[in-house]
C-alpha cells in the first residue's frame, strides 16, 4: 500500500520540464538563458530570479536539474524549459511555446570546452571538432535566430553571448592548443558580429561578455589550475555590465569589469 502511495505521489509531482503554472508578470523584464543548468548558467538564472525577472532557464535535461527546481520552487517566475541547443527541433518548438513573449535578454551560456586532448596538434579528433561548433557556434546563432522576434518585441532588446577572448587574435594566440575552442569562439564572434550589422537598424544589441576565469566544469576541462573567481561573483558582474550596455556597446567584446577586447 505504502509503495502504491508513493508511485501515485510521484505521478501527481509536477514533472521538471513543465512550466510552472503560474503567469509571467509583464510588468517584469523577462530573460532567456541556455545552459541554466549548472555553472554560470545557474548563477545568472539565481541572480534574475531574485531580481525579480521573469526567468525562462532552459537547460539539456530538466529533470535532472535539481538545482533548477529548487530555484523554481522559490521563485514562481522561473520556467524550467528543455532546450538542446544543437537540435533544430527542440528550438524550434521553444520559440513557438514562447511566441508573443518579448525576451529582453536572450543569453547564449551554453557552451563547451571540449577534450583537451581532441583539440592538441597530433591527435586532432575531427568529429570533437564539429561537436564543439555544434554547440559553441550553430547553437548561439540557432537560438539567437529562432528568439529574434522575441527579442526585438522587448524592450531592452539585447542578446548577450559569454566568451569570446580565446576566440581573438590578441588572447587566443598567446599561447598555442585549445584549437577547437578557440575556432569555435572565434566563428562564434564573428556571427554575432554579422547579426549585429545585419539587425543595426532595428534597436537591437548585441554584446560578447568574457566572464573571467570562472570556477566551473568547463574551466576544469581547459586545464587550467591557476587563479578562478566563482560562478556566483561573475555571473553578478557579468549581469551588471548586462545592465549597462547600450547600442554604443553593440557588437563589442567586453570583459566582466566593461573593459572592451578589441577583435
Ligand atoms: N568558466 C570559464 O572560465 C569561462 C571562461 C570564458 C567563457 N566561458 C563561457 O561561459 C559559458 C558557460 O560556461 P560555464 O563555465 O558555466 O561551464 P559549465 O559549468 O561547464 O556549464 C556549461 C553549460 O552548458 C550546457 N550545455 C552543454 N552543451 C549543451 C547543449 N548542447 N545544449 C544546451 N546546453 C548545453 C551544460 O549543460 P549539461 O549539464 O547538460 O552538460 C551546462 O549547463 C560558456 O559559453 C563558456 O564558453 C566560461
Known amino acids: ?6 508511485v501515485l505521489l510521484t505521478l501527481h509531482q509536477p514533472a521538471a520540464s513543465q512550466p510552472v503554472a503560474t503567469e509571467f508578470d509583464a510588468g517584469k523584464p523577462t530573460v532567456l538563458i541556455t545552459g541554466a543548468n549548472r555553472g554560470l548558467g545557474l548563477e545568472f538564472s539565481r541572480h534574475y530570479a531574485a531580481g525579480g525577472w521573469n526567468v525562462i532557464a532552459s537547460c539539456r535535461q530538466p529533470v535532472m536539474a535539481l538545482e533548477l527546481a529548487a530555484l523554481a520552487g522559490k521563485f514562481p517566475r522561473v520556467r524550467i524549459e528543455q532546450l538542446d ?7 524550434l518548438a521553444l520559440a513557438e511555446k514562447y511566441r508573443g513573449q518579448p525576451i529582453d535578454v536572450l543569453l547564449n551560456n551554453a557552451g563547451i570546452y571540449g577534450t583537451l586532448e581532441k583539440q592538441t596538434l597530433g591527435s586532432f579528433d575531427y568529429e570533437e571538432l564539429k561537436r564543439v561548433f555544434d554547440v559553441n557556434t550553430i547553437g ?11 527579442v526585438l518585441a522587448s524592450e531592452q532588446k539585447k542578446i548577450i553571448s559569454l566568451g569570446g ?7 587566443g594566440r598567446l599561447f598555442g592548443g585549445h584549437y577547437f575552442i578557440k575556432m569555435s569562439k572565434s566563428a562564434h564572434l564573428m556571427a554575432m558580429g ?3 550589422k545585419d539587425m543595426q537598424k532595428t534597436g537591437l544589441i548585441v554584446t560578447m561578455i568574457s566572464p573571467g576565469r570562472v570556477d566551473t566544469q568547463l574551466m576544469r576541462d581547459s586545464g587550467w589550475t591557476g587563479s ?8 553578478r558582474l557579468v549581469i551588471e555590465q548586462i545592465d549597462k550596455i547600450d547600442a ?13 577586447i578589441p577583435w
Open 1 to 6: 500500500m505504502v509503495w502504491i502511495a508513493l
Open 85 to 91: 541547443v544543437t537540435s533544430d527541433q527542440q528550438v
Open 140 to 150: 548561439s546563432l540557432r537560438v539567437s535566430e529562432a528568439f529574434l522576434d522575441h
Open 165 to 171: 577572448g580565446m576566440g581573438t587574435q590578441s588572447i
Open 194 to 196: 554579422v547579426l549585429q
Open 228 to 235: 578562478s573567481i566563482s560562478a556566483e561573483e561573475s555571473a
Open 248 to 260: 554604443t556597446m553593440s557588437g563589442r567584446l567586453i570583459l566582466y569589469n566593461g573593459k572592451i
